[in-house]
C-alpha cells in the first residue's frame, strides 16, 4: 500500500524548534522529489518546501534560513527541521511525494500521493 505517515508535529514557543518526518511505507521502492506543504486554518495549502532525490533543496521565501528540508533515500523518509518558529508558522504541514513506486507492482507510477498531515501550533 502507497502511504506516507507524517510525525513530530506539536504545540512549541515562539523561537522554538521542532522536527518532521514523513516516511513511507514499507512496500515503497522508489520515490521522486519529495516535500512539504502546510495549511493555516482559513487559508489555501502552500508550499514549504522540496528535495530532489540528489539532495538539491528549494525553500518558500517565509522560511529560508529557518526551515532545512533532508531526505534518507535508503529509509524513503524525509524531514523538515523547523528552528526560529513563529506564530505565523502555525498550520497542518503535510508531506508529498511526486512520483511513488510500490513493489506490489513496480510497473505502476504513483503521482502526487499526500501524508495525513501533522499539526503544528506555535503559540505562548
Known amino acids: 500500500q502507497v502511504q506516507l505517515v507524517e510525525s513530530g508535529g506539536g504545540m512549541v514557543q515562539p523561537g522554538g524548534s521542532l522536527r518532521l518526518s514523513c516516511a513511507a511505507s514499507a512496500s515503497i521502492i522508489s520515490i521522486g522529489v519529495m516535500g512539504w506543504h502546510r495549511q493555516a486554518p482559513g487559508k489555501e495549502r502552500v508550499l514549504v518546501a522540496t528535495?530532489?532525490?540528489?539532495?538539491?533543496?528549494n525553500y518558500a521565501d517565509s522560511v529560508k534560513g529557518r526551515f532545512t528540508i533532508s531526505r534518507d533515500n535508503a529509509k524513503n523518509t524525509v524531514y523538515l527541521q523547523m528552528n526560529s518558529l513563529k506564530p505565523e508558522d502555525t498550520a497542518v504541514y503535510y508531506c508529498?511525494?511526486?512520483?511513488?513506486?510500490?513493489?506490489?507492482?513496480?510497473?505502476?507510477?504513483?503521482?502526487?500521493?499526500w501524508g495525513q498531515g501533522t499539526q503544528v501550533t506555535v503559540s505562548s
Open positions: 508529498l511525494a511526486d512520483t511513488v513506486r510500490d513493489r506490489t507492482d513496480p510497473r505502476v507510477t504513483h503521482f502526487g500521493v
Open positions: 528535495i530532489t532525490t540528489n539532495g538539491d533543496a
